[in-house]
């Protein structure tokens, strides 16, 4: 065996030892939470190379996540040479970032703001086929960090819902750092329900991460983005 194919196979099986072990975990989340519904995993990529992009989806991952324009545009080709491989946008969002997202994206995760609506409705129009979006909602107070205050939600749906090349599905958070991970999904899971009183087809929650994801399926959520706990520690920005 080459060096090269070697290091593919032990990649390989580390990153199938990690799928296994969340969904693992994922199941038993359910089971204990008495859900007979479909929980989605969708399998965060930032900062590993489209290689692992291709060999999650060898795997059976249907689903995986990014969070910065420029390197999901980097990993579309391996995206889009799977048939059954959505891209999802989980990552702070600048409008001038939007039209490339919209044209590449299955779903936007990061919707906070009008401005970012309009174009993400815009420039989806020439693909000829509906963006799914979710409304980010900050569950600290705060707007830092992405998301919109809970107050400023129904508003923001109502403009996706009135946009014609975009599909509300529903709402997102990331659990403030330091908080009570049942309490922040517990308060996401309120806004949510809100939502689907004026849009009941709304109802994707996209909540969990390496270090929650039991709370998220105990609160709700139908779509979890986990990265750390599959793929390894990622190597810092720099
Ligand atoms: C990186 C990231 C994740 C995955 O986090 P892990 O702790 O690695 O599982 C989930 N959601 C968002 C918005 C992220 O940026």
Do not use: C
């Not at 509300?168 to 958070?173: D, K, Q």
């Amino acid at each position: 065996m080459s060096a090269e194919s070697a290091a593919l196979s032990s990649r390989r099986i580390e990153v199938a030892g990690g799928l296994a072990r969340v969904r693992a975990r994922i199941d038993s989340a359910r089971r204990a939470a008495g859900r007979v519904d479909e929980v989605t995993l969708i399998v965060v990529t930032k900062r590993f190379p489209a290689a692992d992009v291709d060999l999650l989806a060898d795997l059976g991952v249907t689903d995986v996540g990014e969070n910065k324009e420029q390197e999901a545009r980097a990993k579309y080709a391996v995206v889009q040479s799977r048939e059954r491989l959505r891209l999802h946008f989980i990552g702070q969002l600048q409008s001038n970032k939007a039209g490339a997202v919209a044209q590449i994206a299955d779903v936007v995760h990061s919707v906070d703001r009008a401005k970012l609506i309009g174009a993400l409705g815009r420039h989806r129009g020439p693909m000829g086929r509906p963006l799914d979006v979710l409304i980010q909602v900050s569950l600290d107070g705060a707007t830092g960090r992405g998301g919109a205050l809970p107050a400023e939600v129904p508003r923001l749906a109502g403009l996706v819902a009135g946009q014609e090349w975009l599909r509300l599905r529903g709402v997102m958070a990331v659990a403030p750092l330091g908080a009570d991970p049942d309490r922040a999904f517990a308060d996401l899971r309120t806004v949510s329900d809100a939502i689907r009183a004026e849009h009941p087809e709304a109802r994707w929650i996209s909540a969990g991460m390496s270090a929650d994801l039991e709370a998220a399926v105990r609160h709700g959520a139908t779509h979890l983005r986990v990265g750390t706990a599959i793929l390894g520690t990622r190597a810092s920005l720099g």
